[in-house]
Each structure stands twice: as structure tokens, then as C-alpha cells.
């Protein structure tokens, strides 16, 4: 078993890339649950958007040729036949010299084939004259001018997003296909972790902040979570939460229990099946060294390290992008910015640091500060505006570098 053999951080991430995805399965979905997931068939529209003339704007549906006269010098008399409402049915065929009233998005009658701006025409009785002449198709919407029927609107392995919900809705779409979730089981590792029922610690106990926030950023990166509980440190309890966890789930993901502690039992458990292949041990980063990733038979298992920031952390840089891979999903954008380092910051040779940096804005220009507490401390991460690489050959970050910031 390779334990604390480790490797570097560019090693992993490529490790990482090349695992081949979760062959998901798919089904079918009402359209008003499908908000988040990832299409998995094209799509064609059954329809033409729209599926009939339509008016731009207010006004007379008229045959084009009957205004070809009309000026600003001359006006042409139409007798007004019928008056047409937004999603009412036109009543009559506009004939030679005739015309309807039309209102905007309302159905153009049989016959007519171009619309004069009521702006351009006065009504008397049921005659209506216009100043406009107008050539066929005038403000017109055509049938399929939107969306014609059969064309491709949406691809496969598409985001399901609210535009697109309003892009099926309008072709009639209420059930679609699409990918299901990859299935993933959450363990916290720890005797001294408590869940939150618990309102008066003892000595030595937590609260499991872990098992919340890895199972809110699992669901937001499109898996879905099965929560298997706190576990205890014992090889007998954790053995069996593993092995319910590759029961029921494509990967199994535990935090704590990584390092080599009398405690921690992770490795002793992972390390008695037959079929193990522990792909790392270790890895030169800080916060989180003892990062586990293994697999066993196709199922996955990831390990992260107990302190929160650690856990945090490495779920961030390397675990989520590698998820929404898994479930087809964008990558979290890398947003970043560089800015002027406000003070030193020290590191450990032979580790690449990954540092929570505050932003503060000294005599009007933004700096990066470091945050003190370390990565026991969860209010490191939550008290940070994002971070900075520090490579493992580096010791110190000099006051007035200029480093990029990535944004968590």
C-alpha cells in the first residue's frame, strides 16, 4: 500500500483527469424537475414556435397590394370585417379591399399578408383608412420564424438551464430525458464528532461541520448524496460503512481517518480489500497532505483529511471538478485576479501551499492578506476570500509580489 508516498499536485489533478467517467444511466423526467440536469438525448422541436402568423404589433391586417396606392398625400379606405385578440381565432378571410383589426401577437386571418401600424390609419364606422403602404410579410411573425419544426434546439450532455426550460416549454416539452446523478456516500470519520441534535458538548467533543458542507457542494457539482452518518473510530464500524457505501453508490467519500494515527482507520480498512488499488496516499499540499484516492473495483473511493479547511480544501481543488466530470457537469469557473501582496507570508519548503488569503483595500488599492488561523480552524476557510498557490520549492511570498487569486 502506498502510505505517504506522495505526489505532487499537478500528478494528482492529471491522475485525476484520466480516470475514465461513470457510465450513467438515464431517465425520463417531468420537465419542471429536470432544472439542474444534464440532458442526455438531442432534443427536436415537435413544433413550429410559432405555429401561426402572428402580428408584430397593433394594427389592420390587409392584403399588401390594396395599400400600394396609399401616401402621405393619399389615403386608401379598407372596410374593417373582423377584430382579432391575442389568443383569439380569426373569424373571417380578408378579401379584396378588406381588412381586421389585429392585435399584437394575435393571429393574421386567411387572406392577409401584411399588417399596417394602427399608428398609420384612422377608423370611421367600420372603414378604416390608411396613409402606409406596405409590401407582403409587413410585420408579420412567419410560422417557425422562432423554431421551426424538427430542428435541433437542445444537444446532449447540455445543462439543463432556466432558458432552457423556457426553450422546451415553448415547443409544448413536458417530459425529457436526461442522465441520473452519480451516486455518492458521505462518511464523517471521528469519535469526537457530535451531530447538531446534540446541544450540550462534553469535553472533547465536535460538531460534524464536514458532512454539511461536502454534502451541499456534492449536491450544487450534480451528484447524488447518500449521507451514511457519523462513524466511529473503530475498523469494525468503519468497514462496514465502506462497504455499505460501494454497496449503494458510485463513490464513497469519508473524511478523516487519513493519517496514520492510532486512530485513524482508514488505511487499515482500504488496505483489506482484495481488490484494492490505492491510487494515492499523500499528496505535497498544504493544508491536507493525507489525501486518499482508491479504487475498488469500479467503485471509488476518496479520503479526505478530518480538519475542515484541510477536508475543504482539497474537496475544492481537486474533488469537485472531478465530480462534475463524473456527472457531466461545467467545471467551476476558475475566476481569479492578481493583486499586490500587503504583507510576507512564509511556507514550508517541499509542500505546495494552497493559503486562504483575505482582500483589503489599503489607501484605495485592493491587497492580499494571509489568514492566521490554520486549517483546525474552519473559520479559516470561511473567513477567506480566496487563495493563493504557493509552489513547493518556495518559502516565502514577498510583501509587494504580485500573485493571482483564485475566488472559492
Known sequence: MKFLKTISVSELKTLLFKITPLVLGEVKLPLDDAFGRIL?????????????RKSRMDGYA?????????????????????????GAVPKK?????????????????????????????ERTDNIVSTTQSVTPDTHIVKVGHDIPKGKLICKKNELISVSMVGLLSSCGMDEIWVYKKPKISLISTGNELVSSEIKH?????????????????????GAEVEYLGIVKDSFETLKNAIDHGLSCCDITILSGGTS???????????????????????????????????????????VLPGY???????????VEDFIRRMAGYPLRDKNSISLEVGERIYSTIGR?????????????????????TGSEAISTLFNADGYIEIEELE???EKGDVRTVYFF
Not at 442526455?40 to 401561426?52: G, L, N, T
Request: proline fraction near 6%.
Open 40 to 52: 442526455s438525448r438531442d432534443i427536436e422541436s415537435p413544433i413550429d414556435v410559432p405555429h401561426f
Open 62 to 86: 390587409v392584403i399588401a397590394s390594396d395599400t400600394f396606392p396609399a401616401s402621405e398625400d393619399k389615403s386608401v379606405d379598407l372596410v374593417l370585417v373582423d377584430h382579432v385578440q391575442a
Open 93 to 121: 378571410e380578408i378579401q379584396k379591399g378588406q381588412c381586421a383589426y389585429v392585435a399584437t401577437g394575435a393571429a393574421i386571418p386567411e387572406g392577409a399578408d401584411a399588417v399596417v401600424m394602427v399608428e398609420f390609419t
Open 201 to 221: 458538548l462534553d469535553i472533547g467533543k465536535i460538531y460534524d461541520i464536514n458532512s454539511r458542507v461536502l454534502k451541499i457542494s456534492l449536491q450544487n457539482a
Open 260 to 302: 496514520k494515527g492510532e486512530g485513524d482507520f482508514a488505511p487499515q480498512v482500504l488496505e483489506g480489500y482484495q481488490d484494492i488499488e490505492i491510487m494515492v496516499h499523500g499528496v505535497r499540499i498544504k493544508p491536507g497532505k493525507p489525501f486518499i484516492f482508491a479504487r475498488i473495483g469500479l467503485k471509488l473511493v476518496f
Open 308 to 318: 475542515p479547511t484541510s477536508a475543504l480544501s482539497c474537496y475544492y481543488i481537486f
Open 352 to 372: 505546495h501551499e494552497f493559503k486562504p488569503v483575505k482582500i483589503d483595500v489599503i489607501e484605495g488599492q485592493k491587497k492580499v492578506f494571509p489568514i492566521q
Open 395 to 397: 518559502s516565502i511570498v
